[in-house]
């Protein structure tokens, strides 16, 4: 018998923050953690993430295009794409011929579109960003906007209160209609309570609509988007079901702001992945999801 490496590879398309506690610096303990082989694809060099008042920017647009040539001579095999974080408009393309060169039929496609947050977009990015994020979204599998990539991504002008289920339920149907199977919006305002949050995902594949619902703390910690994408990619290669996937990414993002928010602490240094990231190696205990 041959025993063979039956590891499962995912290429991850983000960039390296040094300081921040998110992009690579999450996804990879997070799906390492989860039992997959991370091969990130750096898209930029950063000394801290975009929301810290001052920080450097190395652009590796042309240097992922020098990575991609390698794995080609080697004819390497990946079993899954997650993109987040791009440095320019011009990655789009890069994603795309990487996707049209090394994906077979079965791999995992996610992309978290990542633009902005709080109804503004990120500093750095543009229209043209936008606009190419449309177009990426159309060959994943599975996408993860906020609500301000949402209505980014649908063109649409940013509400800031809460949405009437119809609503969302149309928005995230015409955002699957552009490609993806599975659309996962996330820091959705609860009616009359703003203590809570919620997650809905809609699974075009068999038209059902979830929804996960957690208490909301009262602090913004950079990089729990990249955090909660990185929990539900590791959990549907590990063949969760979607409510149970995006039950897993709530509780654990919650379980890292916990044990976060107790201290006195510069909140762009993101939660405290290393306190929590154990919680992941246990399946989840409690599950908290409704159809909608
Ligand atoms: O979490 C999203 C993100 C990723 N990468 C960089 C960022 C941000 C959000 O601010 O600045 C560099």
Redo the contacts with the bound molecule.
């Keep these: 018998m041959i025993i063979q490496n039956q590891q499962k590879r995912i290429v991850a398309v ?2 390296l ?1 040094c300081i ?1 506690r ?2 690579l610096m999450a996804v990879v303990p997070i799906l390492t953690n989860m039992g997959l082989q991370v091969c990130p694809l750096p898209t ?1 060099l ?1 000394s801290c ?3 810290f008042p001052d920080y450097t920017f190395l652009d590796l647009t042309e240097e992922m295009k020098r990575i991609i040539a390698n794995w080609r001579k080697q004819q390497l095999r990946f079993h899954a794409f997650y993109t ?2 791009l440095g320019s408009p011009q990655q789009v393309q890069v994603v795309k011929d990487l996707l049209h060169e090394f994906r077979h039929e079965d791999d995992l496609v996610v992309v978290d579109p ?1 633009l902005g ?1 709080n109804g503004t977009l ?2 750095g990015m543009t229209t043209q960003m936008v606009e190419e994020m449309r177009e990426l979204i159309k060959h994943a599998n599975v996408i993860t906007p906020n609500i301000t990539e949402m209505f980014l991504l649908l063109g649409e002008p940013y509400r800031a209160g809460a949405i009437e289920d119809k609503d969302l339920k149309a928005y995230l149907r015409t955002l699957a209609e552009a490609g993806p199977e599975i659309v996962i919006v996330t820091s959705v305002p609860v009616e009359g309570d703003p203590h809570q949050t919620s997650v809905y995902a809609y699974n075009s594949i068999d038209r059902r609509y979830w929804k996960v619902t957690c208490p909301f703390l009262p602090a913004h910690y ?2 729990t ?2 955090s909660f994408t990185s929990v539900i990619t590791g959990s549907l290669m590990q063949g969760d079901s979607l409510p149970v996937a995006i039950d897993r990414a709530t509780q654990f993002i919650l379980q890292g702001i916990r044990a976060t928010f107790g201290y006195d602490y510069n909140n762009l240094e993101g939660i405290m992945l290393e306190k929590v990231l154990r919680n992941l190696e246990t399946p989840i205990q409690v599950c908290t999801y409704e159809l909608v």
Excluded: C, E, I
């Design positions: 983000h960039d923050s921040g998110l992009s930029a950063l993430h975009t929301q987040g974080y990542v947050d990120y500093k950079p990089g988007g990249d």
